[in-house]
């Protein structure tokens, strides 16, 4: 039994798509009354509607018993409180993260959270360019797997395979979710040019030394370029800089023209972009573009003035 924690629009999708594939799932909510709703309607109205849930997919506010994987699909800053809450269940599971981002009050990412608070579980997280939309209808999409564990990675990688999730495996934990957390970041300036009407030329080259900033903390944390390189790193950035479906990029261009954006609307790079920072002060790094975010966030810049602060900065070699 695959359970995944965490109803949303990621937690559904991955559910619909392991069920099809003929495994036995529970997605789990905290909430009654979402469980009852999804139950009666077999659809996850609030997050994707539209989309059909499988007959078979079991939808519970209990965690089922049992030794099977538990795949943690809540908002990064929420899940220590999550895991804290159903620890005992949890001990002794295959634990897989499903969140972006680092957690802003300890700079921890999802994998190192895990092995904290549930030493004796394997720890992955699974990530990569995928909209939740697109799983859940069914299209094709290529996610990384990331396990410390190179057997037990092999065991998840094919466990968590299906007809539309193409997974790739690494031992690289750190790379994986240090390149979805990042990404979110470089995702809100992209969005935010765009949203200004600055020009595809000026996000491209945001994207490119977005991606150099995400390699310079990862590769000094101690990620491998090849896991910044793929999905978890490159491809996901791609995917989340020029997609509107990416609720990154579409906070940013509300944040580039000014206007105001659905506080309930789970935005990771947000909290991710200050921990990003506080890191990469403690590393001793720079990150301008991380830097222009968090200024525009707290409101302590203009989008042009974000704009002038990095076009005149020192030139330099690529
Ligand atoms: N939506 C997408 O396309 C993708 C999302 N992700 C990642 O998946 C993670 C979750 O995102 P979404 O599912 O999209 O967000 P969402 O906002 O659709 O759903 C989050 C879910 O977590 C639940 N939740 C929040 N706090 C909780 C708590 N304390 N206890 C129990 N449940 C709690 C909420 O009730 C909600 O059902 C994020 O880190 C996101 O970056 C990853 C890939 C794709
Ligand atoms: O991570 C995602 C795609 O891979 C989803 O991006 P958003 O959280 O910005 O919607």
Redesign the pocket.
Known sequence: MITVMGAG??GTALAISLAEAGHPVTLWSRDHEQVSAMRLARENAHRLPGIPLPQFLAIDTTIPAGTGPVLLAVPMQQMRDVIKQHRATLEGRDLVACC?GIELSTTMGPVAILRQMIPDSAAAIL??????RDIARGLPTALTLACADPEKGIVLQQSLTTRNLRIYRTTDTIGAELG?AL??VI?IAAGAVTGAGLGDSARAALMTRGYAEMQRLALSLGARPDTLSGLSGF??LV??CT?P???????GMALGKNEAFDPTI????AATARATLQRAAEEGLEMPITAAVVALLDGKIQLRQAMDMLLSRPLKEE
Do not use: H
Request: aromatic content about 10%.
């Open positions: 629009a990621f972006k990530t990569g360019p995928s909209f939740a979805g990404k979110n995702a491809g996901d995917l989340t997609s479906q990416s609720r990154n990029m579409r906070f789970t935005v990771e790079g």
